[in-house]
Structure formats: structure tokens, C-alpha cells
T-cell receptor, first 115, second 113 residues
Framework: GESVGLHLPTLSVQEGDNSIINCAYS??????FIWYKQESGKGPQFIID?????DKRQGQRVTVLLNKTVKHLSLQIAATQPGDSAVYFC??????????????FGPGTRLSVLP | ETGVTQTPRHLVMGMTNKKSLKCEQH?????MYWYKQSAKKPLELMFV???????ENNSVPSRFSPECPNSSHLFLHLHTLQPEDSALYLC????????????FGQGTRLTVV
């Protein structure tokens, strides 16, 4: 049969506006979360992380919010720029202790910045 | 440049071929990973190696065979693949310990014909 690609949610924002990308995670025991950015032809690039004992963390132009009650993460990008256009993934660490990380990734959101 | 280098960047192989993907990290990390990124599914963890020992095999078919000769190098040996194995294969590494970010390579775009 015909193959169907993964349908990514798309967020289109005007250059200079703020962007909010949302993510739902599945494991209430996850204690570490990361947002990655992936540009075309490249591997995922770390943006910001947050541990479960926090509900907000800020970086340069980015803020991550964690709501453990509803298992929800969001990434806020201030003053969105054309270079922010990419696919954004959230990842939760299901944990392997000191034997490595077991990141479970969301499907991703494609951010398009309009001039 | 993340310090994780993958070769080749692109690979086309027939279903009867045998090929290998290579990953090298220059970060002094202890754990290395193979992920698969296809058009149909989110990023999927395939294998985890910690201090050269395999600590996770995420129900990956035996036509994918990983090898980790030391903490800096990771290989993925491929044989008798299927067209549905066409995907971007990403290598990543993390330092020792829990809850640290993963550093990804650029990936190998694999096409099975």
C-alpha cells in the first residue's frame, strides 16, 4: 500500500513574534526533559533542559515550562527569527540510572517563521 | 559541530549488501547510542552502550548489529536490510551518570533499494 509519512504539527509565526510549542509526555516518573531543534539535513541540537523538581527554566530567548500535573511541556521562543525555523522535539528521560539515558522523543513540531 | 561525527552521510544499498555505519565522539563520553529517524515514526532508540557494554537493545531486528570497540567508537553493521529500513540513523553520546543531554551526530541517510 501507499506509505504515509509522519504528519508533523506546524506552527507558523511572524518574524519578531513569540512562539509557543507544546508537548505532552507519557511517563509520570520521568525526571528529566529536553527540547531539541533539528534543522534540515542535521542532527538534533540541544536547546534547553529541565528537571522534574523545577517548573520553569530560562535560557537565551527560550523558556521551558513543565506542568507535571498534566504531563505537559512547552517551549517559548521570544522574538522568533528566521533561523529558528526547524523541527522541535521534546524528549523525556525514562531513565537507565547510570547505564545511560533512555530518551523518548515526541513526534516534533515544525516551526515556520514568516518574513 | 557537536563533537559526534558520523560516516558516511549518505548510503544507498541493495537488500543483499552488507555495509557499516560509523560513529566517533571526541567528547570523552561514556555512553553511545543509535537512534532511527524515519518518515513514519518519531526518533526511536535502537541500542545503548555504556563503557563499551551494551545496556539496551530496543527489540531491534538482528539484521542490525552494533559494535562498540571502545568508548569513542560505535558501529552499526547492516545486512539483508529491507526497503522499510530506509531512514536517518543518528548516533548520540552522553557523559556518565543520569540526566544529561545527548549530543547527536549529523546522521547517515540510508536508502535501501
Amino acid at each position: 500500500g501507499e506509505s504515509v509519512g509522519l504528519h508533523l504539527p506546524t506552527l507558523s509565526v511572524q518574524e519578531g513574534d513569540n512562539s509557543i510549542i507544546n508537548c505532552a509526555y507519557s511517563n509520570s516518573a520521568s525526571d528529566y526533559f529536553i527540547w531539541y531543534k533539528q534543522e534540515s539535513g542535521k542532527g538534533p541540537q540541544f536547546i534547553i533542559d529541565i528537571r522534574s523538581n523545577m517548573d520553569k527554566r530560562q535560557g537565551q530567548r527560550v523558556t521551558v515550562l513543565l506542568n507535571k500535573t498534566v504531563k505537559h511541556l512547552s517551549l517559548q521562543i521570544a522574538a522568533t527569527q528566521p533561523g529558528d525555523s526547524a523541527v522541535y522535539f521534546c524528549a523525556e528521560n525514562n531513565g537507565m540510572g547510570n547505564y545511560g539515558q533512555n530518551f523518548v522523543f515526541g513526534p516534533g513540531t515544525r516551526l515556520s517563521v514568516l518574513p | 559541530e557537536t563533537g559526534v561525527t558520523q560516516t558516511p552521510r549518505h548510503l544507498v544499498m541493495g537488500m543483499t549488501n552488507k555495509k557499516s555505519l560509523k560513529c566517533e565522539q571526541h567528547l570523552g563520553h561514556n555512553a553511545m547510542y543509535w537512534y532511527k529517524q524515519s518518515a513514519k515514526k518519531p526518533l526511536e532508540l535502537m541500542f545503548v552502550y555504556n563503557f563499551k557494554e551494551q545496556t539496551e537493545n530496543n527489540s531491534v531486528p538482528s539484521r542490525f548489529s552494533p559494535e562498540c570497540p571502545n568508548s569513542s567508537h560505535l558501529f552499526l553493521h547492516l545486512h539483508t536490510l529491507q526497503p522499510e529500513d530506509s531512514a536517518l540513523y543518528l548516533c548520540a553520546s552522553t557523559p556518565g551518570g543520569a540526566n544529561t543531554e545527548a549530543f547527536f551526530g549529523q546522521g547517515t541517510r540510508l536508502t535501501v533499494v
